[in-house]
């Protein structure tokens, strides 16, 4: 008779257990969140935009070697970031995000992410959800010409100081340079030391215009199309061209400049 009421006992335990865990698990699955508020449901951004080169000329995205168009989007309540990244061809282009208030910042990248230019930050623009936000269209200035920065060496401790006190003795210096399979390229060079500016060097390849020695630690830089070139560089000891090198360039598009050092040769001729 006990054993039958402890059996019994135990049974209605176990029971009441099974349905004590059944409820739990039916909570937790079914009315868990049933109180939450559905999500909201995202805004959408369009961007269109066109691109100049630095005169103010409509051009193209090959033309300035730009890949795409990147869009940052701060949101002021929260902080966080929104990227968006547009194909450069694709204008006008949209994108969702999470609705609110957002700054924004617009750029002009090449393939490896250099920025090329950029445009006006977009402020305190507010996206609604489930609605289009059209954006300001904007305007990229970018440079559609390759950069070259030269420097000139010799073998001598440095190119300007006499040949008595190990330099190269070079009292003037030319430079042309030509477009392979072409003509002059009748580039104007900024001569810089540092961040100082010396002067400019502009290219005649009829008559090139003797400047004075130019030292190794200083720069030639100009913009141009980014194509094959030839470099004519003459290191003068007086009248005579003692110190001469003539470099093949490949300048690039824009986005890397061309940096290169011209390695100039002494000549074994008379008066060096």
């Known amino acids: 008779m006990l054993i039958n009421t402890e059996s019994r006992i135990l049974a209605f335990a176990h029971t009441s257990i099974l349905l004590i865990l059944t409820g739990l698990i039916a909570f937790a699955s079914g009315s868990g969140c049933g109180g939450c508020p559905a999500p909201s449901p995202p805004g959408s951004i369009s961007l269109a935009w066109s691109i100049t080169d630095l005169s103010g000329q409509p051009t193209g995205c090959d033309q300035v070697n730009a890949q795409s168009v990147a869009v940052q989007l701060r949101n002021r309540a929260s902080g966080n970031v929104v990227a968006a ?27 490896d992410g250099t920025r090329l230019a950029t445009a006006p930050d977009q402020a305190g623009v507010t996206i609604v959800a489930g609605q289009l936000t059209q954006l300001t269209p904007v305007t990229f200035a970018a ?29 003037g210096t030319t430079i042309t340079l030509v477009i392979n399979g072409d003509g002059c390229a009748p580039v104007t060079f900024i001569r810089s030391l540092g961040t100082t500016q ?17 030292e190794k630690d200083e720069t030639l830089t100009t913009n141009l ?22 470099d093949l360039l490949e300048v690039p598009p824009p986005g890397k400049p061309l940096t290169h050092t011209v390695g100039l040769a002494r000549q074994n001729i008379p008066g060096c």
């Open 143 to 171: 440079n559609t010409k390759g950069s070259l920065v030269l420097s000139l060496a010799t073998a001598a401790t440095t190119n300007c100081q006499p040949t008595g006190m190990n330099g190269a003795g070079i009292t």
């Open 225 to 246: 199309a980014a194509q094959g070139y030839t470099i004519h560089v003459r290191g003068k000891i007086g009248a005579v061209d003692c110190w001469r090198a003539d």
């Open 198 to 214: 010396r002067g400019t060097y502009t290219v005649n390849c009829s008559s090139p215009a003797v400047t004075t020695c130019i």
């Open 85 to 111: 990244t547009f194909p450069c061809p694709s204008s006008p282009s949209t994108t969702q995000l999470p609705a609110g208030t957002y700054d924004i910042s617009i750029e002009l990248h090449a393939a």
